[in-house]
C-alpha cells in the first residue's frame, strides 16, 4: 500500500535551533516529492518539488533532500515565523496520467524566542 | 490574482441537510481538486477534475457530487451531510495533470 509518514508528529525549537523533519515514503513509482507549509486556519503553501534522489532545494532558511526511501526538510536557524506544520506529499501515478498526491499528517513546528 | 477562493469559510449543518461548497480560481489552471483534511491524517482526496467537462472520483468520494461548470470554477455539493463529513475542506488547482498544485483557504464544515 502506496503511505506516506511524517517525523516527528511534532517539534519544538528554540530560536536559532537547527533541524530535520523527516518524510518517508513507500510508493511504487514516485514522480515527486512535494513539501508544503500549512499556517493554522489556512491552505498548504507549496514550497518544493523533488524529483529524483540526490535533488536538493533551498528557499531561505529551508533546504529539502531527497533519497530513495525519504526526504528530509533542513530548518537551519529558524525564527518564530516559521512556526507551522509541514507536510510532505508524494506524487504518483494514477489514472487517466493523472499524477495522484498521498500526503503524510504533517510535523507541527513551533519556534520559541 | 486571488488564486484559489473558497465559500463558505465555516458552515454548521445538521444531519441530512445539504450544501454546495464553492470553489473558483483565476489562475488559467485546467485541473481543479477537492480534498478533505482531518486532525492526525494527511489530506485526502474527494474528487478531481483533469479539464474542464471532465470529473473522476479520488480516494473518499462517498457522500459528495462535484460540479466543474466552467474552467474556473469547481463545486463539491453533499446532499445529505452526515457528522463524518465534518471535516475541513480543500479546494486545489494546477496548470496541468502532473503539475503542483495550489490550494485555497479551505471550509470548515460541521455536520451536528
Known amino acids: 500500500e502506496d503511505q506516506v509518514t511524517q517525523s516527528p508528529e511534532a517539534l519544538r525549537l528554540q530560536e536559532g535551533e537547527s533541524s530535520s523533519l523527516n518524510c518517508s515514503y513507500t510508493v511504487s513509482g514516485l514522480r515527486g516529492l512535494f513539501w508544503y507549509r500549512q499556517d493554522p486556519g489556512k491552505g498548504p503553501e507549496f514550497l518544493f518539488t523533488?524529483?529524483?534522489a540526490g535533488e536538493e532545494k533551498e528557499k531561505e532558511r529551508l533546504k529539502a533532500t531527497l533519497t530513495k526511501k525519504e526526504s528530509f526538510l533542513h530548518i537551519t536557524a529558524p525564527k518564530p515565523e516559521d512556526s507551522a506544520t509541514y507536510l510532505c506529499a508524494a506524487s504518483l501515478m494514477f489514472s487517466g496520467g493523472y499524477n495522484k498526491l498521498i500526503f503524510g499528517a504533517g510535523t507541527r513546528l513551533a519556534v520559541h524566542p | 490574482n486571488a488564486g484559489v477562493t473558497q465559500t463558505p469559510k465555516f458552515q454548521v449543518l445538521k444531519t441530512g441537510q445539504s450544501m454546495t461548497l464553492q470553489c473558483a480560481q483565476d489562475m488559467n489552471h485546467n485541473s481543479m481538486y477537492w480534498y478533505r483534511q482531518d486532525p492526525g491524517m494527511g489530506l485526502r482526496l474527494i474528487y478531481y477534475s483533469a479539464s474542464e467537462g471532465t470529473t473522476d472520483k479520488g480516494e473518499v468520494p462517498n457522500g459528495y457530487n462535484v460540479s466543474r461548470l466552467n474552467k474556473r470554477e469547481f463545486s463539491l455539493r453533499l446532499e445529505s451531510a452526515a457528522p463524518s463529513q465534518t471535516s475541513v475542506y480543500f479546494c486545489?488547482?494546477?496548470?496541468?495533470?502532473?503539475?503542483?498544485?495550489?490550494f485555497g483557504p479551505g471550509t470548515r464544515l460541521l455536520v451536528l
Open positions: 486545489a488547482s494546477s496548470e496541468g495533470r502532473k503539475e503542483t498544485q495550489y
Open positions: 523533488l524529483y529524483s
